[in-house]
């Protein structure tokens, strides 16, 4: 503490007692110049307590604390506390002594006499706060050194600088202002930054009081450092501010007086509900409530709020226009200081539109787009469900595979339109036919799935199968034309057939997969007998795929006979596996296989290589002009560069495209004509001979007909088989005409009779093949056929 501006009078005397310097301090409190006093004794000015004869000598007084009253000028008495220090640590004034004579409050009240010994300038130190005297001018008299340290000065400069220059310059004004209201009224305060030497800036909430110290009038104040609320302050500012503006809905509730009501909500509350917070307050916020609705969410928020902890739920309130929302509600608990819950803090989400959302991504995700059935997924979980259902209470359920026969057909002769038409249809058929709790569901472009409940017994469920074919089979009108669907059924019974989803579901397939090879449309249940009939065609698969690798497979060739020469001109190659444990499986049992497989592609290129080596074999023995025919599969036919392929491997083998044919069926074609003429086109680039199989049995369209680049049709045997029944006769007729007319050349197959041999003839027909001349021969067969110009006798 700088006590320099204390009345506190300091002055020197030597060892007489002999006054040699006087400071201002002195010149003030006793009121008489250092001229007038210097020289003067110490006993001259001062009237000790305790004067005695002969008068104390100063090294004496030296050791005690004395009092006595200063005489001051015009005979003033001023009581005093006057202590005697010698001054011997300084070697310049050797035997001198300094005098400190301090006013004490000698006339005063004695309670106030208490005070007068206080230590306080100790007191003044210790304030949490800063303490400052300032006079008239406007410059300090007196602080403490948080003040020093707040303000980054010193001591020195402290009382030269105005004080409000200690402040910035916006507050400069209202500080001078206060100070003076200080002085005018007795007291002011204020709030206000302190600002450093280097820039530090402190808040202090100031107090001040005018007092006086002798005659000069001045003001005494604290400031208290509030820079800590300040931030506080701002912060409970920005966070309310942050409550009022937040998109989020909040209300805050009281729960002192064990009800819960509403103290405050934000304008996003009223907003969201259409409630305002004038409306509201007081209420409980269960007036939000629907009645009866999300009643597990409610336990858990009353739950909640009397266990005074915090609950998260998703439920439907009501807006105050009885619009219903989806309300995603965090409620926290608020605790007082002592730690006490006394409010509850809620932020309300209005998470309509993304509830909504999420229903629809879901209902997507579960659902066929086109039927608006259920999918495969939702399909799965109905199933798992319903098998559960049956087991635990021993009922009957059961899963059917619906396949529309002819929807492929449909489609391209229709248009994809009808074909839309025709599937909706047949979903709101399949629905209107099982009860609301049975499933139904499509699963693939005409691939139909229902999941039926409950069953009395078999019977029962074979009529409503056969009612639902019966249903869907019926004409479907569109655009003024009747379309008429047919199906097939597989059904598989749970828990009888399977207890799990994949076991159910294999066997409806199975079943399927029975109804289509029995012809389509028809429905099979399925059995242990169908089961091993699966197996078998699993086993067949597994074993086709080694077949190739294993050398089991060897090609036959059908001789092809001129029908106006007899010569045999060429071969049908026709593939048979020799299954090491089965013996020679047909073709007709194993191609459908590789097709579905895909195995189909390897097996066919094999086939014309080793077509490919028994025409190099023929060309060996002098034999040039000879023509092998090929199957090939659709699969083999919508291959990317099939073509090429092609050309590279007749080119590796050395085979000339012209004695190659590809057979290829009618309905292969038709399926997709488009994209069949265009295959055909690259094949026939080639100088490949192509010809259509199985002529008759598809849905050629003249103009497509026309348009593809083929030499040959090929009449199906199924005509030729009862050529004596009229319609037959009339239709291999047309055919041959159709053929010729086209400039095709015509081949009959199958061919067992002379009769059928006749009538080929008779109507002009180009070639044949069948048992009647030769069945399938091994390559040697054919070979000593050919070169013995074995003949079909005229
Ligand atoms: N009833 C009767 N049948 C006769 C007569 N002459 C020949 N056949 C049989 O008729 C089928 C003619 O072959 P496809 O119509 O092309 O029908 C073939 C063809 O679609 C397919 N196939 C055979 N080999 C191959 C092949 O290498 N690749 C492809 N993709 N399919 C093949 O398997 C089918 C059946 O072939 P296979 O069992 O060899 O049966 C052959 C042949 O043995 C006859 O006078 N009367």
């Known amino acids: 503490m700088n006590l320099s501006p204390l009345p506190l009078a300091v002055f020197v005397v030597d060892a007489d007692g002999t006054i040699t310097s006087w400071n201002k301090a002195c010149e003030k409190l006793a009121g008489c110049t250092a001229a007038d006093i210097q020289g003067q004794r110490l006993d001259q000015i001062i009237d000790f307590d305790d004067i005695g004869e002969p008068p104390m000598s100063i090294a004496k007084r030296s050791e005690l604390d004395s009092t006595g009253y200063l005489r001051g000028a015009g005979g003033r008495r001023l009581p005093v506390r006057v202590t005697v220090a010698p001054q011997a640590l300084d070697p310049e004034q050797p035997d001198t002594y300094s005098v400190i004579v301090i006013p004490r409050a000698g006339l005063v009240a004695p309670r106030y006499a208490l005070i007068q010994d206080l230590p306080v300038g100790d007191i003044i130190e210790g304030l949490p706060c800063v303490f400052y005297v300032i006079d008239q001018s406007g410059h300090l008299l007196l602080w403490n050194r948080l003040l020093e340290e707040t303000l980054e000065m010193s001591s020195e400069e402290l009382p030269t600088t105005d004080v409000q220059y200690f402040f910035d310059e916006k507050d400069r004004a209202e500080i001078v202002s206060k100070i003076m209201e200080a002085f005018e009224n007795g007291h002011s305060s204020h709030e206000a930054e302190l600002i450093g030497r280097h820039g530090k800036r402190t808040s202090l909430l100031f107090h001040c009081a005018r007092t006086s110290v002798g005659d000069l009038p001045c003001i005494f104040g604290t400031g208290l450092d509030i820079t800590d609320r300040k931030q506080t302050e701002l912060g409970l500012r920005v966070r309310e501010r942050a409550i009022y503006s937040s998109v989020n809905a909040i209300v805050i509730t009281c729960c002192e007086n064990n009800d819960n009501i509403i103290e405050y909500v934000n304008p996003a509350f009223e907003q969201i509900t259409g409630y305002t917070l004038a409306e509201i307050k007081g209420r409980n916020p269960r007036f939000m409530r629907i009645e009866g609705c999300d009643v597990e969410e409610h336990r858990r928020i009353n739950e909640a709020i009397r266990k005074k902890e915090s609950v998260q739920v998703i439920l439907r309130n009501a807006r105050k226009n009885g619009e219903v929302f989806w309300n995603d509600l965090r409620i926290d608990p608020v605790s007082n200081i002592d730690g006490e819950v006394t409010h509850f803090v ?6 309509t539109e993304a509830r909504h959302y999420e229903r629809r991504l879901h209902h997507l995700a579960h ?13 799965q979980d109905e199933l798992k469900f319903s098998i559960d259902f049956a087991v ?26 009808a074909g839309d038409v025709v599937l909706r249809d047949t979903a709101t058929r399949l629905k209107e036919s099982v009860r609301d709790n049975d499933t139904v569901a499509r ?8 999941v039926i409940n409950n069953q009395p017994g078999d019977e ?34 749970f828990p009888v057939d399977g207890d799990t989803v994949d076991r159910v579901m294999r066997a409806a397939d199975a079943a399927m997969y029975h109804a289509k090879t029995l012809g389509k449309n028809n429905c099979q249940f399925y059995s242990i007998e169908l089961n091993q009939a699966v197996h078998e065609h699993l086993m067949l698969e597994a074993s086709l795929s080694r077949a190739i690798g294993n050398r089991e497979m060897v090609l036959d060739y059908q001789p092809k006979v001129d029908l106006r020469t007899g010569k045999v001109v060429g071969a049908e190659a026709l593939v048979r596996w020799k299954h090491p444990e089965n013996g020679i499986v047909p073709p007709d049992k194993f191609i459908p296989v590789a097709e579905e497989t895909g195995l189909i592609v390897p097996l066919g290129e094999w086939v014309i290589i080793e077509a490919c080596g028994a025409l190099k074999a023929l060309a060996k023995l002098g034999i040039h002009d000879f023509v092998i025919s090929v199957n090939l599969s659709a699969r083999q036919l919508r291959q990317r560069q099939f073509a090429a392929h092609l050309a590279r491997t007749l080119k590796r083998q050395g085979v000339d495209p012209r004695n190659l044919e590809l057979e290829v069926t009618e309905s292969q074609l038709m399926d997709h004509p488009e994209e069949a003429m265009e295959a055909l086109a690259e094949l026939k680039a080639l100088g490949l001979r192509l010809s259509i199989d199985d002529f008759g049995t598809g849905y050629s369209s003249l103009s497509y007909l026309q348009k593809f680049p083929v030499d040959f049709i090929k009449i199906d045997r199924s005509f030729l088989g009862e050529v004596a029944h009229d319609s037959h006769a009339v239709i291999t007729r047309a055919i041959i005409a159709l053929g010729h ?4 050349k015509v081949i009959a197959e199958g061919v067992e009779t002379q009769e059928q041999l006749a009538f ?19 390559q040697r067969s054919l070979e000593e056929m050919v070169c013995s110009d074995a003949r079909l006798p005229s």
């Not at 809620?346 to 998470?351: E, K, Q, R």
């Not at 659902?367 to 399909?379: K, M, V």
């Not at 635990?392 to 339109?417: E, M, P, Q, T």
């Not at 007319?741 to 095709?744: C, S």
């Open 367 to 379: 659902h066929d787009p086109l039927t608006g059935l259920a999918n495969r997924t939702l399909l």
């Open 443 to 450: 699963v693939g472009g005409d691939e139909f799935v229902l």
């Open 346 to 351: 809620g932020v309300i989400n209005d998470v």
């Open 741 to 744: 007319n086209l400039k095709l």
């Open 460 to 493: 029962q469920l074979a009529d409503l199968i056969e009612r639902i074919r019966q249903r869907v089979n019926a004409p479907i009108r569109v655009a003024g034309r009747d379309i008429l669907p047919s199906t097939s059924i597989g059904v598989s019974r």
């Open 760 to 778: 080929l003839r008779e109507h002009d027909c180009d070639q044949m093949q069948g048992y009647y001349f030769s069945p399938a021969l091994s």
């Open 392 to 417: 635990r209470n021993g009922v009957l359920g059961a899963l059917a595979f619906l396949d529309l026969d002819n929807f492929k057909h449909i489609n391209d002769n229709f248009g994809h339109d």
